[in-house]
């Protein structure tokens, strides 16, 4: 069997003496793992980056082998990736949440919305666009927010908080007797036109955050991503 795509690639990790499995985000094919013989040298250092966009062609005799990648770099970012902490620790964040999908289970949204984050380079607009990816990130494993509409009134406008135990949103005057125990609803959420305000981030991270240890990094016993607590604080500045 035999195919062609492009992808983003994720990850990399060593086998054998010479050759390495590399994880890619492949388009129409999700995240696919395939060996890359002699994937070691020198030759290929610079290309098997996490955050370099590839084209690749991917064979094996069977549709559930492993199968090996030969590829070619197309956009290699990762050179400037490293030079920037910031940018680099949102690329590892990314990586790190592209790994929760299912291999082999097609979502090209997600992809589109790394490759365009990858490329920001204004940290506040990152941090605005990394919080929205890690909501859509619950949506597609199966846990999205519901924020449209207050879970105690119906209301569909005020909405200032959210339920840590229905993940739905709550308006200010249904939330005004239970402030301590709900998380903020940054207007950012669910206004794109919104410019989020002094702590509007960091409210956004520790929602996500929470719902991202609660339904996926827990129940799989994966500890959270290591660079997220030191990017989440660079972002909220």
Avoid at 67 to 91: H, N, S
């Amino acid at each position: 069997m035999q195919w062609t795509g492009e992808g983003l690639i994720i990850g990399v990790r060593r086998h054998g003496e010479s050759s390495v499995i590399a994880e890619v985000m492949v388009e129409g094919r999700g995240r696919h793992l395939g060996l890359i013989r002699g994937g070691r040298s020198a030759k290929h250092a610079a290309a098997l980056q996490a955050g370099n966009s590839v084209q690749l062609t991917w064979r094996a005799r069977l549709e559930e082998h492993l199968g090996t990648f030969v590829l070619e770099v197309t956009e290699a970012r990762a050179a400037r990736l490293i030079a920037d902490r910031t940018r680099l620790y949102a690329a590892q964040l990314l990586c790190d949440h592209l790994r929760l999908l299912p291999e082999r289970d097609p979502n090209d949204r997600l992809l589109g919305q790394v490759i365009k984050l990858l490329d920001r380079t204004d940290p506040s607009i990152l941090g605005v666009e990394l919080a929205r990816f890690e909501l859509t990130l619950l949506e597609e494993l199966g846990f999205g927010l519901d924020l449209l509409s207050c879970a105690a009134t119906g209301a569909t406008s005020d909405l200032t908080h959210v339920s840590p135990k229905t993940g739905r949103a709550v308006s200010r005057s249904a939330a005004a007797p239970y402030l301590d125990k709900l998380f903020a609803l940054p207007a950012f959420l669910i206004d794109d036109a919104t410019v989020p305000g002094p702590g509007d981030v960091a409210a956004a991270f520790a929602l996500t955050g929470y719902f991202l240890d609660r339904h996926i990094w827990s129940p799989r016993q994966v500890d959270p991503p290591s660079t997220r607590d030191t990017l989440v604080g660079i972002l909220s500045r």
